[in-house]
């Protein structure tokens, strides 16, 4: 697997507070996470922080345990510790309440990509030129074109868009949602924050993918949320079987 990522402030924002982990692993496998934090001046950077370091530590403690067909309970025991581990910096510290933050995390092994998130970061595959989303989102404008009440063009431009049902560290407990597809060589796996789905097409996105060298693909998307706007921080993450 190759790796490729960068965050940006953008254009509007004071702080950053997206955060981003990918590893290589043993035998051609990798991992990654996504975050977008919320809450306060500084919660939202330090619950992503929290999230992304969380995660790096139980994929580095508990990896070589990991038994073939147990890449779900893996991937979802990992978000659960990881959402304890931001749920209990909120309760524990009273200028960290109500922190929290979306998280997207994807782990690549033996032709299928594993795939767990809360919130509207964002994991898509993008196979044969074509981009496809691989999570739904976890808010409240998804939930009403899912209930046939607005459409997705509507939904774009909805000025609720940003309103989210879940997300790490809001609670002790949390239901993320899990996804699995298969991979194979020459496919990317793409995770971002809404920094970037917000500002960027599709078709831009899968352009950008199909004409850009690897290893300079994450920072032309980053260049294209910025010229769409820069509303928000922008964060990419790729993932490419080699």
Same mark, same amino acid.
């Given at each position: 697997?190759?790796?490729?990522?960068?965050?940006? $402030?953008?254009?509007? =924002?004071?702080? +950053?507070?997206? +955060? @981003?982990?990918?590893? /290589?692993?043993?035998?051609?496998?990798?991992?990654?996470?996504?975050?977008?934090?919320?809450?306060?001046?500084?919660?939202?950077?330090? &619950?992503?922080? $929290?999230? %992304?370091? %969380?995660?790096? /530590?139980?994929?580095?403690?508990?990896?070589?345990?990991?038994?073939?067909?147990?890449?779900? %309970?893996?991937?979802? =025991?990992?978000?659960?510790?990881?959402?304890?581990?931001?749920?209990?910096?909120? %309760?524990?510290?009273?200028?960290? *309440?109500?922190?929290?933050?979306?998280?997207?995390?994807? @782990?690549?092994?033996?032709?299928?990509?594993?795939?767990?998130?809360?919130g509207d970061s964002r994991a898509y595959l993008f196979h044969a030129g074509s981009l496809r989303q691989i999570t739904r989102?976890?808010?409240?404008? /998804? *939930?009403?074109?899912?209930?046939?009440? $607005?459409?997705?063009? *509507?939904? &774009?431009?909805?000025?609720?868009?940003?309103? !989210?049902?879940?997300?790490?560290?809001?609670?002790?407990?949390?239901?993320?949602? @899990? +996804?699995?597809?298969? $991979?194979?060589?020459?496919?990317?796996?793409?995770?971002?924050?809404?920094?970037?789905?917000?500002?960027?097409?599709?078709?831009? !996105?899968?352009?950008?993918?199909? =004409?850009?060298?690897? @290893?300079?693909?994450?920072?032309?998307?980053?260049?294209?949320?910025?010229?769409?706007?820069?509303?928000? +921080? !922008?964060?990419?993450?790729?993932?490419?079987?080699?």
């Open positions: 697997m190759k790796i490729a990522a960068i965050t940006d $402030i953008g254009s509007c =924002r004071q702080e +950053n507070q997206d +955060n @981003y982990c990918a590893q /290589q692993l043993a035998g051609g496998t990798a991992w990654g996470i996504v975050c977008d934090g919320m809450g306060g001046v500084n919660g939202g950077r330090i &619950a992503a922080r $929290i999230a %992304t370091d %969380t995660m790096q /530590q139980y994929f580095a403690r508990h990896m070589k345990a990991l038994q073939p067909g147990m890449e779900k %309970t893996f991937i979802m =025991r990992g978000f659960d510790i990881t959402n304890r581990a931001v749920y209990e910096k909120s %309760t524990s510290d009273p200028e960290m *309440q109500g922190m929290g933050t979306t998280g997207v995390c994807a @782990y690549a092994s033996r032709g299928l990509a594993h795939v767990v998130h809360a989102d976890h808010s409240m404008v /998804q *939930q009403l074109v899912d209930s046939g009440q $607005i459409t997705r063009e *509507q939904a &774009a431009v909805h000025p609720q868009k940003n309103l !989210i049902t879940r997300a790490l560290g809001v609670s002790a407990n949390i239901v993320p949602e @899990y +996804n699995r597809g298969e $991979i194979e060589a020459g496919d990317i796996l793409l995770l971002c924050s809404d920094g970037l789905s917000n500002c960027v097409s599709v078709p831009q !996105i899968e352009e950008t993918l199909a =004409r850009t060298p690897f @290893y300079e693909a994450a920072d032309a998307l980053v260049q294209k949320a910025l010229e769409g706007g820069g509303l928000d +921080n !922008i964060t990419v993450l790729l993932m490419q079987v080699e």
